[in-house]
């Protein structure tokens, strides 16, 4: 036997899985759903227009406040996205020009919830999403805070949403808010007053700053309040859906909201739970989009101590762009990013020199210089946020893309058995589009391609659960009104189920797809889990990617009884 395969089986028998460490797994909590539905960690979430490289979904109506009197100054929206600090967006409303103090007027900043223009940039495309659609929320919530000029005096603040039915109207969510300046408020409202039809057509929010105390401070000829914006979200109930009964499995799920929210998108997630450290982490890497260039794709790093709905609620992730050398193996790149990395599955093994340290693997859809399909790169890396392509060339090699071009991609890789496990979609192999299974001693150098059932169609994120002697998988219908699924093999070859039924996922999303688990860091499961999935907010078209939320359930298995 070779040395090389040889160093790779010490590596893998003598490494410590997680799985072995806490058979258990981790606890899975549900509890409201809470989506994110803004927390401005990039910057200031202008006017959609890709010309000027403003690419927010959700964002600003006005570059400043529209006044009912005449101000004494003028303003724009502003950013602080420090990162010793929350990331906010802020303006300033300032007072009457005349000098007059006490009520004469407010001013108004509108955040819409969609892209007007798409219709009207894209004609072709069939745009009706234009709207978010609130069904299934009862709360909506807000934190902000802000100052006067006079340090003596109080701020004001009042929110409204927008919903297109009944030809459109405004409708008032929250009382006349009057609170002591610079003190942070987190303030929730009730969507009770809005009717179902209302609620399933939201266009926009609007924060409306009435004058009353705006007066100027020392040394000033006009005064000002200076709003500033945290987040937004919107809280609901545990969603769930009937259980889905494969064999004598029984699968239950709840929908526990957005794990995140980005400008660019996210989506097609990997990712483990870290017991090793203390306090333990969950580690997740996923797809998503760059500010360079429209529809770009680079892998990105988060991880929080717990992915508890209530945890998430008070905290704002912050993903990290990863980065990978040399860049000028794969086309498409643009001021010196490359863009053409995705779908990443993520191991992680101890290093064969000192079993003290460990390295993560990352397996990749990419494109290869000369070739406009995806190929199959494995990439490593010390702390998870920079990364290597080793080697240099594909691990799993698509000589053409195949029926519509994709070539081979969407891999999921476990460590099983003294062995490497990948699966991946392809469009290229002899035997058809569908997914494929390979196997290798080192992970480099892999085995003749297996073709999984006829069933399996799409891309899977796949599991082995030791406690179940069991292989299961999460896919997806790329169709709107498709959703995220369950499959169950005893040999990891033939899978039974099929959708629908789909798990309780985001009812008001076009489609859920690229679902991941949250598993062990060798890329075993549990029979309780978390699944994340990328959830689009408009329909397929030019736009779609940007509205892409990572959002998540919960996810269980057990035997029939």
């Not at 969603?239 to 064999?247: D, E, K, Q």
Request: one cysteine or more.
């Amino acid at each position: 036997m070779k040395y090389i395969p040889l160093l790779w089986l010490f590596m893998i028998l003598s490494a410590k899985s997680i799985v072995n460490a806490n058979a258990s797994g981790y606890p899975v909590h549900d509890g409201e759903v809470v989506y994110d539905v803004a927390n401005f960690a990039e910057g200031v979430d202008s006017l959609w227009n890709p010309s000027k490289g403003r690419y927010a979904p959700r964002f600003w109506t006005t570059d400043g406040p529209v006044y009912t009197y005449s101000p004494g100054n003028t303003g724009r929206v502003m950013a602080r996205t420090a990162p010793s600090s929350q990331s906010c967006n802020y303006w300033d409303v300032f007072g009457d020009s005349g000098g007059k103090t006490g009520y004469t007027g407010y001013a108004d900043m509108d955040y819409q919830l969609y892209i007007p223009t798409a219709d009207k940039l894209f004609p072709w495309e069939r745009w009706t999403a234009n709207y978010q659609n609130w069904r299934g929320y009862s709360k909506v919530r807000i934190q902000w805070r802000a100052r006067n000029s006079d340090p003596s005096k109080r701020v004001l603040l009042e929110v409204f949403v927008h919903s297109l039915a009944d030809g459109g109207k405004w409708v008032q969510v929250s009382p006349l808010l009057d609170e002591a300046q610079n003190e942070m408020h987190a303030d929730t409202f009730s969507l009770s007053g809005l009717t179902s039809a209302q609620l399933a057509s939201i266009s926009a929010i609007k924060f409306r700053v009435p004058n009353n105390y705006i007066s100027p401070g020392a040394g000033e000829k006009c005064g000002l309040q200076r709003t500033f914006l945290y987040d937004i979200k919107l809280i609901g109930t545990c969603s769930t859906v009937p259980p889905a009964v494969i064999g004598d499995q029984k699968i239950t799920s709840h929908f526990l909201g957005t794990v995140f929210h980005r400008r660019y998108g996210s989506y097609s997630a990997s990712g483990f739970y870290d017991p090793s450290v203390k306090p333990a982490v969950f580690r997740i890497w996923f797809g998503g989009g760059i500010p360079e260039k429209p529809a770009g794709d680079n892998v990105w790093y988060v991880q929080a101590p717990s992915l508890d709905p209530a945890f998430l609620d008070k905290t704002d992730l912050k993903p990290v762009r990863c980065t990978v050398t040399p860049i000028n193996l794969w086309v498409q790149q643009y001021k010196g990013v490359d863009q053409t990395w995705g779908d990443p599955s993520v191991v992680r093994i101890q290093t064969a020199r000192n079993p003290h340290t460990y390295e993560y693997v990352m397996y990749v859809s990419a494109v290869a210089d000369g070739t406009n399909w995806n190929q199959i790169y494995r990439l490593i890396s010390k702390n998870g946020i920079n990364w290597t392509i080793d080697p240099q060339s594909p691990v799993v090699k698509a000589k053409n893309g195949g029926v519509a071009g994709y070539g081979s991609g969407s891999p999921s890789v476990m460590i099983l058995r003294g062995k490497w496990w990948m699966y991946y979609y392809s469009q290229s192999e002899s035997e058809g589009p569908g997914v494929y299974l390979r196997k290798s001693a080192d992970g480099v150098r892999w085995g003749d391609a297996i073709k999984t059932s006829d069933n399996v169609t799409s891309a899977v994120d796949v599991k082995y659960i030791n406690a179940l002697r069991e292989f299961v998988a999460v896919s997806d219908v790329e169709a709107e009104g498709g959703g995220v699924y369950t499959l169950v093999s005893h040999d990891g070859v033939r899978w039974f189920g099929g959708a629908p039924p789909y798990l309780a996922e985001d009812q008001n999303a076009y489609l859920c797809h690229n679902p991941g688990f949250i598993g062990s860091d060798r890329g075993h499961g549990w029979k309780e889990m978390y699944v994340t999935y990328g959830a689009s907010q408009e329909p397929f078209g030019p736009t779609e990617y940007y509205t892409r939320e990572l959002e998540y359930s919960s996810w269980r298995i057990g035997a029939v009884k």
